[in-house]
């Protein structure tokens, strides 16, 4: 049996000025993408360790992904894409794909439905899985072009891996000979806000992932899943959707719709109220006075780059300082410039600098950096081990780091945009977080399984970046209309 097995991964912001060249996803092929991906807690882990397991003349054309940033240039797509439909195209039995679903390149909105457009044609016949992202906008263009998908029911995202095995549980019925499966697709007209999708609090996405869960569990049905859709893609297909792989194409259809349904009943949690900055910085200073162990945690998610964000963003660090706190620790902020600075200054040199707000972002009003002065406590690489429980045993790298040591905060500067994934952040450059009073990191969710319990609170910090949770700051252009929360005193229904 030859099975082909890929990874591709690509969240789109459509809105973020932080480019996509093809370097940016480090794609590497053949042995090294086998490397690469074998024991990965990833889809792509599953797959090789299913083909190995299956004895499977196993290829692995492509492991490719990029951090969430703008549209990649159409000849990008192109260059990754290739490899994988050449693979193809040479003969296999089973395709196996871990794709994102919200990948949209210059030129092609759907650049997931495109790749599995051509896989169809280039191998009609032959079973084909893929496992996507819960943030994926998914498309009839995908579903009719694949047999089976499955999506992550964590965000966090720590079920990769498991999605990679439902999966193969799928895929590996059709190959030892039964039929292939059916699967219907619902999409209610709904702008879900990212921060609504956390499945580690009560809410709306943790009932719809429950409900999900159970109708996997009734006779015939295969997968179901709710995708909560990434906003910030300006497409049209942009949104909630639901996905339901079972036996035949009634029982898919009365269970997607069943959970379209209920997300619909539901729509108001998927809204996100954002208090102002000002109110959650006096909540910040309060909740530090109280009794507890660790920093209050001070979400800056608004300009985060696992949603595309630039990094570089100051105003909750500025408010915060302005606001009197003290005892803060902040990063990974991106400037360079600033980097190189202080990297010729020295270790311990006193240096005054002008810190972010140098990246444009289009509809948003330019502002300028801010003034900083301190001493240069670290100069180095920012490189670390992710230590788990996303990406665990991963080298990040951030580029060169510099941190700049004030009286009232100590500030991480790096090379490169970063999510704070672990500690690993900031012990690389002499800092431990956890000292902090108050901790101010440029993070949506990803910090979570890390930070948050070794924090006193979590509180989310309104901030005019290009990740936002503030649709109105958004000037979308191409969603289908009218979608909720954005066009009120609507009305929808399956089959609509």
Not at 83 to 100: K, N, R, S
Not at 101 to 128: Q, S, Y
Not at 222 to 228: D, L, Q
Not at 485 to 490: F, S, T
Request: with cysteine; net charge negative; hydrophobic share 45%.
């Amino acid at each position: 049996m030859r099975i082909v097995a890929a990874r591709f991964n690509h969240e789109t912001n459509t809105f973020s000025p932080v480019q996509t060249p093809l370097e940016d996803f480090g794609p590497l092929h053949g042995a090294a993408a086998l490397e690469f991906g074998t024991g990965s807690a990833t889809a792509f882990g599953a797959f090789i360790e299913y083909a190995q397991a299956q004895g499977a003349e196993l290829v692995t054309p492509l492991c490719a992904t990029a951090n969430p940033s703008g549209p990649a240039e159409a000849d990008v797509f192109e260059a990754l894409a290739a490899p994988i439909v050449e693979a193809v195209q040479d003969g296999c039995d089973a395709i196996l794909l871990d794709l994102h679903g919200a990948m949209v390149a210059r030129g092609i909105d759907d650049c997931e439905g495109e790749l599995l457009a051509r896989l169809r044609t280039a191998a009609p016949g032959v079973p084909m899985g893929v496992a996507l992202d819960l943030h994926g906008n998914i498309t009839t263009r995908m579903v009719e072009n694949c047999d089976c998908i499955a999506g992550f029911k964590t965000y966090p995202h720590i079920d990769m891996y498991e999605t990679g095995r439902h999966v193969v549980r799928m895929m590996d019925a059709m190959l030892q000979g039964g039929p292939a499966p059916v699967m219907a697709l619902s999409h209610p007209p709904i702008l879900a806000q990212t921060l609504k999708m956390n499945t580690e609090e009560p809410g709306i996405m943790t009932d719809l992932v429950a409900a999900a869960r159970e109708a996997e569990l009734r006779e015939g049905v295969h997968a179901v899943t709710v995708f909560g859709g990434f906003p910030l893609s300006d497409i049209a297909d942009v949104g909630v959707s639901v996905v339901a792989v079972a036996n035949n194409a009634a029982l898919a259809r009365g269970v997607a719709d069943e959970l379209a349904r209920a997300a619909w009943s539901g729509r108001e949690g998927f809204v996100y109220n954002e208090a102002p900055l000002a109110e959650t910085l006096a909540s910040a200073v309060r909740a530090s006075e109280e009794p507890g162990d660790g920093p209050v945690l001070l979400l800056d998610h608004g300009d985060n780059c696992m949603s595309g964000g630039t990094c570089d963003t100051i105003g909750v660090l500025e408010a915060a300082l302005d606001a009197g706190l003290t005892g803060i620790i902040a990063g990974p902020i991106c400037d360079p410039e600033v980097v190189a600075q202080m990297r010729a200054a020295g270790t311990g040199a006193e240096i005054t600098i002008a810190l972010g707000n140098k990246v444009p972002l289009e509809g948003f009003p330019a502002k300028a950096p801010l003034a900083l002065s301190g001493v240069v406590g670290f100069v180095g690489e920012g490189r670390y081990v992710v230590s788990g429980p996303i990406y665990t045993g991963q080298t990040c790298d951030m580029g060169r780091a510099a941190v700049l040591e004030m009286g009232a905060a100590t500030v991480l500067i790096t090379e490169r945009p970063h999510e704070p994934w672990d500690l690993g952040v900031f012990a690389c450059a002499g800092i431990d977080p956890i000292a902090a009073r108050f901790l101010i990191l440029k993070s949506r969710m990803y910090c979570r399984p890390v930070f948050g319990p070794l924090s006193r609170i979590v509180l989310e910090c309104a901030s005019a970046g290009i990740t936002s949770s503030n649709l109105d700051l958004f000037a979308f252009e191409k969603i289908a209309r009218p979608i909720f929360p954005i066009d009120r005193g609507m009305d929808w229904t399956p089959g609509e």
